[in-house]
């Protein structure tokens, strides 16, 4: 527990990918399989259920510090973050615990489950005695179902692979879906690839960049195809061995939660694999993102909820067809058997991602410019000899760019101002800003991110020295700080004072040239609202290309 | 150079002749000018500029610039002479008193900085001790805290939650040793951001100075040569203009003040790892905000067990709680059954005690 413990805290503490590699790679090398087969677990982003109800673990922890409760809340409010408040509470840490993580995990994690009342408290209080402050701190994260460290997936499949010396695609592959943390498991994912490891396995998904450079310096248009960026989920179809299996971007297995794809699976040839996107689809278009996420938030799927959110799966690409990986394949002809077989198929929830058709990049700007009507995120950029690589590769002289629309961003006046959480605790970093109705300052927006720390810093005494009420965590300040909110979309809401919502606001810049008096007025934000949903799209056949 | 002082120098115990009258409000009050002492005609730290200051500690947010006449401990008198320069500044021994109108006043170890002091105001019997900032924790570069008897205590609170809580020193100092041998042997330098006042005297006390040459921002320096002229054992430092060799610059700890962060300054280290050292590297937050490779806990503050040690030890029956975690602080002490009060001073900001991390 106490390497696992210190490799969290060092995970922790640096925001270097290096020195979190690094990281990783030490405790791969050193700890026993066992121990790094919840390691991987735990960092690839597998929570741990919750197995005590934070209410009770207060309780707990506020009778095991010996402080009052409004004092326990205090420090809660100060720290940002449970699990961490009640380490740093705790009496008396011991000198930390010499047995192993899996040894943690399996004798004492997963027992508790089956432990009610005071059997569950005594486990709890145990553990805390036995473990130094930052074996507490991980102990607390575990059991709250809250462990999360700034690694991603990806980087802990980059360790692994650096130490077993195997591809990382090979060990991403094998980490997907079911993945049982055991030391057998670990130790496989050393192994030289076996010829059944494909079926029902995704590739890893090819991400693009954000487009870093003008776009007339990618070279000559018509060597790049241009496709909308659809606002749904990006998602793999694979049909293999006659079963059909749907796999998110986020390697989450989506195959249940989709019955309409099994059917449409039904009628694709065996041995394929299409990349695309998952999108609502009403009345022959589609429909705006919310409506997807309606049916995602559905635990169940009753026939009404099918009927009222279908959905249908747009197509980008093709990466495995009669069986054969087609990956490194050059786009156009990738494209071009893509089409060919969606055709073939003629199903209507099956459709080719359109392409958008330009002589040249100005009116592909044009066209670009119309993106927000269409309910797409901007335009994809894929050069036309492009192979499907792997993860966030940059591909010399041919990859892929994302070409996205300008948010959409108005002026606004800081006017209430809340401490942050988690890492931004002990500074006042959510704030609320408003535009003005005639001599009246509404609120319409929170934003928490977008600035750097030294702005954070700056703000942060501003709102301190221009503090006019305190209700709890909230502050009110003197409206006097302008700020540029950049957000993704806006639509009516009566639920709302101002009547908009904006969503995924953010600070674009702070505008300290702007007097408040220069911030922007609820008209200019109404008359952003366009029709109430996306104009529809009908998707048409892509142009071939010569 | 010998510094010039006025001719006839300003005493505090002569100037004022006519004996204060009793006040009829606390010894000590809250004015908008700072916390006055209405029997000495004197404020303690003040804010505003006025004739007779009382100084606890040469931080900047308690001594500030602009008074006639200061008066301080005799530790402090260098340091404090680096912020002030040549003003009418009266010193005295710990534990020596004066009169000053109707008050005995002394000053006592407050353990915080070189020449930190807890002020002693003893009026018609009853007993005043204003804190300044304190730490009860050992402190190689000061004299340690003496806790001082009294009805009426003022304390600072910038750590008054018991979510911090301290480890001793000699731990903090063995994390930065193996942090600094680790780079060294690496043939990275280690640097390390300090508020060049204090704390980075007391880490130069504090770590292993065979590990590979400390090399010391001119911030820092200048505080080190005031330390050293005040009879404080620093170990040797290089400045940058000393031209250490880049070998050297490789195995070498570098104390800089945090505002060195970032600067070009830093960038004739090379490939460096950085770090903070600060009370508020307790929280992960705090550390992860300063974007530093590593943060060691160390405060020149009491924590949240040593403000209770102090208090108690104390004996005071009434507590004036200053900058910090003020109403936190008043609500637990009246819990306590002490009779506790908040003071809205204008302290904080000058060291550690800055909320922003
Ligand atoms: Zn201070
Ligand atoms: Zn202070």
Known sequence: MRRFASLYRELDATTSTLRKLAALREYFSAASDADCAWAVFFLGGEKPRQVIPTRVLRTLAVRTADIPEWLFEECYQAVGDLAETIAHLLPDPGSGSDASLADWVEHRLLPLRSLRDSALDDAVIAAWRELDASGRLVWNKLITGGFRVGVSRLLVTRAVAEVAGVEPTLVAERLLGDWQPTAQAYRALFAAERGDERAGRPYPFFLAHPIDRPVEELGPCEQWQAEWKWDGIRAQLIVRGGRPYVWSRGDEPMTERFPELGALAARLPDGVVLDGELLAWRDGAAAPFALLQQRIGRKKLTPRVLREAPVAFVAYDLLEIEGRDCRADPLHRRRAALEELVERVADPALHVSPVVVATDWNSLAAQRAQARDRGVEGLMLKHQDSAYGAGRVKLEGGGWWKWKIDPYSVDAVLVYAQRGHGRRASLYTDYTFAVWRGEELVPFAKAYSGLTDAEIREVDNFIRAHTREKFGPVRSVTPELVMEIGFEGIARSPRHKSGVAVRFPRILRLRSDKKPRDADTLDTLLRLIGPALPAPFIPERGEPRE | ?357
């Open chain 2, 1 to 357: 150079m010998p510094i010039r002082r006025p001719r006839a120098p300003f005493s505090f115990s002569t100037w004022l002749r006519r004996p204060a009258v009793t006040p009829r409000t606390d010894l000590v009050r809250l004015t908008e000018r700072g916390l006055y002492c209405e029997a000495a005609d004197s404020y303690i730290d003040p804010w505003r500029p006025v004739d007779r200051a009382i100084i606890t500690h040469a931080h900047a947010d308690h001594a500030r610039r602009g008074h006639a006449h200061y008066l301080a401990t005799r530790d402090a008198e260098q340091v404090l002479r680096i912020r002030l320069g040549d003003v009418s500044l009266q010193c005295l021994a710990y534990g020596e008193s004066v009169t000053v109108g109707s008050v005995r006043l002394s000053f006592h170890p407050a353990g915080h900085v070189l020449g930190s002091a807890q002020v002693r105001l003893e009026h018609a019997g009853e007993v005043w001790v204003l804190s300044g900032d304190y730490k009860v924790a050992p402190d190689a570069t000061c004299a340690p805290f003496e806790p001082v008897a009294a009805h009426t205590f003022v304390t600072e609170s910038t750590f008054g939650l018991p979510i911090y809580r301290w480890r001793p020193p000699g731990d903090i100092f063995a994390q930065v040793n193996e942090w600094w041998a680790a780079n060294a042997a690496a043939g990275r330098a280690s640097v390390l951001y300090a508020y060049s006042f204090g704390k980075a005297q007391r880490i130069l006390a504090g770590v292993e100075a065979s590990i590979g040459p400390i090399v010391c921002h001119g911030a820092v320096e200048a505080l080190n040569d005031a330390y050293r002229g005040s009879g404080v054992t620093l170990p040797p430092t290089l400045r940058v203009s000393d031209r250490p060799g880049s070998e050297d610059l490789r195995r070498a700890l570098v104390l800089a003040p945090p505002s060195a962060q970032g600067t070009p300054w830093l960038r004739r280290f090379g490939e460096f790892s950085d770090a903070f050292a600060s009370g508020w590297m307790q929280l992960r937050g705090a550390r992860r905000r300063r974007s530093v490779d590593r943060g060691f806990v160390l405060s020149d503050h009491a924590d949240w067990p040593g403000l209770q040690s102090a208090i108690a030890a104390s004996g005071a029956s009434r507590v004036f709680v200053t900058h910090g975690q003020v109403p936190v602080m008043v609500r637990w002490l009246t819990e306590q059954g002490l009779e506790a009060r908040a003071f809205e001073t204008e302290f904080g900001g000058g060291d550690d005690g800055a909320e922003v991390p």
